[in-house]
């Protein structure tokens, strides 16, 4: 058996529950970002990648930015701005050198994601719905659990810097 | 029309001419790692995410390791040795700082994905055809163009450090 992610799980109880009936605690709307109500969509592990990128400072840690199909085929051709139904996900891991690397270079120098850091994040295009916030639903989850609405409300705040970019920081690497 | 990357025009170049028919030069030949024959696969940077990597020192680049469906299957059970028919992509850019995160951090601490940068490399497993590296066969890839038959003589040499992984450095990031 392999081991199941704790965001897979989360991921899995969201789409099974999400639109089956209303649980009073518990259930679906336990997994939504607040103000946004963005849920974890379902096998976003699977996406295809648009980019990677380093946080140095505080942060320290590895990112992947993957898309839906949407946000692949718009990133690809820079299409902006992004459709509805993009979803941009950002995945990061903890910043960490590689101990085979140093016995074959002598020296730290390759570092590879180690375990998940800084939670998982979402950005979700949705022109109308979300039309007070550039068309973007936000969302930030730690260990399955979206974090709180301070924390959501400093999403659109910083991404306000890439307008020109339809809010969006990373490019496509080709 | 959206740019297409020349890796992957190299790839479909590859991919058509293969096993239609031999051309003296210019041809599918002239695309295959020395030593090992390995060609650049068709459509590998649609594959699915292994890992992210950060290369320091001279190499200085941000890496992604993508796998095709047997790589990724395997890797995420941690099942080795690897089976046959596992393709696994190493892509790389310059590590370069993101203008936008200045304005929004007010420091340079956000680094993402620019140009390509230090070629793309691949490790295919065909355990009978290249059981005398491990049973991989390897390949670098600059612009398209295989690197020459030195450059591929380090391949086994260095990821012989990771022999207890199947000479894989990387895991899959979870």
Redesign the interface.
Known sequence: M??I?ILVIAAIIAAGVSGAMTFSAGGADDESSPIFGVKIPSGY?????I???????N?ND???I?GNDIA?EAS???KLPFPDGTIIAR?A?S?DP?E??I???G???????G??KNGVQFMVKDSRKYAATGGWGFAHFDDGKPANEAVHNTCFA?HQ??QS?DFV???Y??
Chains 1, 2 share one sequence.
Do not use: M, T
């Open positions: 392999k081991p992610p592990r699977d996406w295809r990648l980019s990677v990128a380093h946080e140095e400072g942060l590895l990112r992947a993957l692949i690809r051709e820079g995945l891991w910043y590689l085979e690397s016995k074959a270079f020296r730290p120098q390759s570092f590879v994601a375990p998940p910083c810097v890439a970019r920081f990373n490019r690497a080709r």
